[in-house]
């Protein structure tokens, strides 16, 4: 059996995990993140609010799935006219189905160069763990940590990352995501965790265009599940519009 | 005065050959000239009909700030209710109104997009507004000859999307508030040849119920193409209009909406005037050698004349008179003949092909006689300062020295 | 007394006759010079614009690229065996490599899409030499060396209220690519443009930049080269053809007229209408000479008489009037010539400046070839003899006695 000091340690660690235990390592993070913001499979359902040029909005409202494989799954709710309308993204390719046509139909994914109100949001997308390496950098703020995270292939999305981490419930707080030049791309704001279903995490993410300042999206998760039952046969186009 | 012209007259009889010669240089020169303007007068009318009536219409109508817009709003429409288009309708002079939607989209066969302009009419309106818009589609069907939900391409993006006549392909696009929509449209013809100076190669055109239903904006569209009575002069029109659509909106002549219309017109016009120059100066010197001939045969009588008391003044009078008479008449038998030419042309049509429209272009030479009375004192004008200077050298000498010369 | 002396003898004598129509011929030969002088500078200036400064008179692209939604999927390796079979074409005289690329560029806080050409200022200036003058105002093209410069249609600049030395960001992608990437860009000043589209689209950016920028190093969209000879481009183009025919790349080899089918058309018809007019031309100075002529053969019948009656040949009077007429026609025809010819070159050094509709002036240098003056003054000459053909034949016919009595 153990000896009484270990035993000792060993609960104080359960009770006060923040004290007691030694600090995470930039794995360890990098893994906490994929896992509240990128988990294996998810369903949820969120409101996207996309501030243009003109700084006129535009707002959606979709119900999520995505599989374990990377693939997304988006049904829309509102507004009315895209009632409906399903998007499927099976890795770089993007479908749309239109009810009314009870089709699906392929979209380039360089439209989104013409502003789209959904390009904002690839930053969700990036899988931290299987494509970057890090390590900490000085964050000059005692409440969070700074990650310099560093594409480990040319087929990551940025070339580098920075992301924020809280010290007290190691939620991502902020990021920001750079091209290959170096040029600040895009950045991302995380905040007001909430509970989901007894997992608290960021329900609340503002993404900017970094070289169009005034372009910029929000997330607002309404319902997240974790850990759902994502079949793979929920990802094929011919299921859309079931 | 009447003396000296009817000496003058005869004196030109006489001499039929030197007259002849001055004759004939006026003559040909008004001639040409004459029915050249005539000629570029109807291909400048084929030029800005077949803009105004092919694809403008004679004034526009838009959202304020539309047309200054850098990516053409959807969010600055104009209604096209019934209600409305009757109030443009009921300004006089007004004959035709017809709405227009123009818009950006996607093609796709379901697989691969490609991107394109479109502009959405309605054909039974757009017909009485631009009644020679079927001209530019060069095979198959115009929109007006097939059912809602066709389309017509031009060659550059129909070639981009794989289609042929009769395929189908799907519109895709996202209306006002964001959200995609998609219909299927069928291609029933192409739009010009490949290689029109279009600003947009890839250009389509639908039916604007369909593009109304696309976009979600019913009873709403981005123009209004108003014809009037006089196209030819579209400004007065325009205060007219504006006082019945009301300060929401503005309202352009073809003028502005077209004005590389203007600019090609004018160039053209430049380049003839300087042929005209040319020709006059040319026809000019030609007067202006037989006069000096003329005066230096008719020493003699210059002297005689002068002897007799005929004042150096009107001797000169008699010689100018002559010129200018022989210009006058020449002139006006020149500007006759092209005159008659012009009308027979104007009536028949001439017809040309270009190769960057489909079918053959018909121009109607018109002359106005503005241009013809300005070119009959020119040339008449001309005339008496060529033989100017001859003669004035002619009377200077001594009557003795005049009688006494060969 | 040879003919060819004594015809010059006689028109100097006759001063003011001959001086009156060697003025009317003179300056039909003028204007006639002077308007081909224009409408070849009006043409040339189209198609220098078009192919000194935008297109290039040969293009080299993988097979497939015309007209291409994509042109960056065919891109080309940048290979020096290329080139060189390129340059090694007869005809060729200069090759530079092209890219073209579109993609959005912003100030910082808002964004617009730009169509690109990256260039090699290195070799560029060599096959479109326009290109290093195309420039608004004080702006100054892109030069070698120069990496993070690029040059702009005036509208895309207001649009984005940048003016000369401002800082933008470039961003773009291409396929293969994850992501997209973005650099900084200095703006080295406008571009002139001839249309107001080209103006709010139109950049111009180094070839290295934009190789870093897509991520494409050692690659282009195609090659353009210019020709020796620019009449004979299409011969060029079939040369060029057969040289990469046995490539295992396919490639597609196109000429100016191939890229700007309307230049051609304009030109067609600029052509038709001087034709008409110097025909006009030609027929009212013809007119002239005729009368002349026969107005000073009917002057001179008892000169004429007085001739034949002392013994001169039928022959030789006819060929006397027809030296003079010839003497007169080469002198003021040549003379008519010369001074278009030099109106013509003085305002080609000034240039004439023509708008297009909504682009940026052009100026067009008149200019002439001595191919066309000759022809002139020979048509002049040959007009002038065959005018004085039959006043000639008529006066010698009369009989010496009837002619010596005349007038």
Known sequence: MWRTSYRVAFVLCLTFPRIACADPTPEALLARYDALMNPKTFEGVVVMVAHHQDESTRSYKMRFLKSSDDKVRVSFSEPASARGQELLRVDDNLWVYLPNLKRALRIASRESFQGGDFNNADVLRVNYSRDFTARFTPSGDATSWRLELAAKTRDAAYDRVVLWMSKAEQMPTRAEYYAVSGKLLRSAVFEDVKAFHGLRRPSHVIMRNELATKRYSELFFLDMRFDVDAPPQRFVLTDLGR | ?406 | MNVLSLAVRNLVRNRRRSALTALAVALGAAALVFLQGFIEGFISTGIDASVLGSVGAVQIQRAGSLGADEPLKLALRETPELVARITAVPGVAAVAPRLVFDGMVSNGSESTLFTAVAIDPALEYRVCPLRATAVRGASTPLAAGDRGRALMGKALATSLGAVRGSSLMMQSSSPGMPGTNALDVEVSGTLSTLDFSESKHAMTVPLSFAQDLLRMPGRVTGYVASVADLEAVDAVADRLRAALSHEPVAYQVTTWHDQDVRLAEQIAQARGIFGFVAAVLFLLIAAGIVNTMHLSVQERVREIGTMVALGTRRRQVVQLFLAEAAVLGLVSAGLGASTGWLVVGAIGLRGVALHPPGGDALIVRPHIGLSFIAGVVCFAVAGAVVAALRPAFRASRRPPAEALRAL
């Open chain 2, 1 to 406: 005065m009447r003396l000296l012209l009817r000496l003058a007259a005869r004196n030109a009889v006489r001499q039929r050959r030197r007259s002849l010669v001055t004759f004939s240089a006026v003559f040909l020169s008004l001639a040409v000239l004459v029915t050249l303007r005539g000629f570029l007068n109807g291909l400048h009318a084929a030029i800005w009909q077949s803009v105004v009536f092919g694809q403008a219409g004679a004034l526009e109508i838009h959202r304020k700030g539309y047309l200054s817009s850098g990516d053409a709003s959807l969010e600055l429409d104009v209604p096209t209710d019934e209600a409305f288009l009757a109030k443009i309708a009921a300004v006089p002079g007004v004959t035709a109104v017809a709405p227009r939607l123009s818009f950006g989209g996607m093609v796709t066969d379901g697989d691969e997009t490609t991107f394109a302009f479109f502009d959405a009419l309605d054909p039974a309106r757009e017909l009485r507004v631009c009644p020679r818009r079927g001209e530019m589609v060069a095979t198959g069907k115009t929109l007006g000859e097939s059912g809602p939900a066709a389309a017509v391409l031009t060659p550059e993006l129909a070639q981009a999307s794989h289609a042929h006549l009769g395929d189908r392909r799907t519109l895709l696009t996202s209306d006002r508030d964001g959200v995609l929509n998609g219909l299927d449209v069928e291609l029933v013809g192409t739009y010009g040849q490949p290689g029109l100076p279009l600003p947009e190669k890839k250009v389509g055109f639908v039916e604007l119920a369909l593009a109304q239903e696309l976009l979600r904006m019913p009873g709403r569209a981005t123009e209004l193409a108003v014809a009037v009575e006089h196209p030819e002069r579209p400004e007065p029109m325009k205060p007219l209009l504006e006082a019945a659509v009301g300060g929401q909106y503005e309202v352009s002549t073809w003028h502005d909406v077209a004005s590389f219309v203007d600019d090609v017109i004018s160039n053209q016009n430049f380049i003839l005037g300087i042929v005209e120059g040319l020709f006059l100066l040319v026809a000019m010197l030609g007067v202006g050698n037989t006069m000096l001939l003329s005066v230096y045969e008719r020493t003699r009588e210059i002297g005689t004349m002068m002897a007799i008391g005929v004042r150096r003044r009107d001797v000169l009078s008699l010689f100018l008179l002559e010129a200018a008479l022989i210009a006058l008449v020449a002139g006006i038998v020149g500007a006759a003949l092209a005159w008659a030419a012009v009308a027979y042309f104007g009536a028949r049509g001439v017809v040309l092909h270009f190769p960057s429209v489909p079918r053959p272009v018909h121009i109607y030479p018109s002359l106005g006689l503005g241009y013809v009375f300005q070119m009959l004192s020119l040339c008449t004008g001309g005339a008496v300062l060529a033989a100017l200077v001859p003669t004035l050298r002619g009377v200077r000498l001594r009557p003795v020295d005049a009688l006494a010369s060969v």
